[in-house]
């Protein structure tokens, strides 16, 4: 199961977040149907203050990943945590590299899941 947050004014599509969180499940060999996974889009400044409160870095960052478990619960779903991406910082980052906007997502995405699974 793939939760996403996200302001009314991301710019994003759903279902390509979707599309590229199932990617990255897979790259790491875990079944989205035992899967609960969070990823929550946000601005610059929680990203700021969020990299302040959890990691003490005062810098905005790409992405954060928060992880709460590895192991299955009594409903069979393994509840992996939260990814937390900077839009802002996405659409940036993607004109600045000269990438697709798809592309940069979808590399933060298994950047994001490999730092739950870690």
Same mark, same amino acid.
């Given at each position: 199961?793939?939760?996403?947050?996200?302001?009314?004014?991301?710019?994003?599509?759903?279902?390509?977040?979707?599309?590229?969180?199932?990617?990255?499940?897979?790259?790491?060999?875990? %079944?989205?149907?035992?899967?609960?996974?969070?990823?929550?889009?946000v601005?610059?400044?929680?990203?700021?203050?969020? %990299?302040?409160?959890?990691?003490?870095?005062?810098?905005?960052?790409?992405?954060?990943?928060?992880?709460?478990?590895?192991?299955?619960?009594?409903?069979?779903l393994?509840?992996?945590?939260?990814?937390?991406?900077?839009?802002?910082?996405?659409?940036?980052?993607?004109?600045?590299?000269?990438? %697709?906007?798809d592309?940069?997502?979808?590399?933060?995405?298994?950047?994001?899941?490999? %730092?739950?699974?870690?």
């Amino acid at each position: 199961m793939i939760l996403i947050k996200h302001p009314k004014n991301w710019g994003l599509s759903e279902d390509k977040v979707v599309f590229f969180a199932r990617k990255a499940l897979k790259f790491f060999d875990l %079944n989205e149907k035992e899967v609960e996974l969070s990823i929550y889009f946000v601005g610059r400044d929680k990203a700021k203050k969020l %990299n302040i409160d959890y990691r003490q870095k005062n810098y905005i960052p790409q992405v954060l990943g928060f992880p709460m478990s590895k192991d299955k619960d009594e409903d069979g779903l393994i509840r992996l945590g939260d990814i937390v991406i900077c839009s802002q910082k996405l659409k940036y980052e993607s004109k600045f590299l000269g990438k %697709n906007i798809d592309e940069v997502l979808a590399e933060w995405l298994v950047h994001g899941v490999e %730092n739950l699974v870690k």
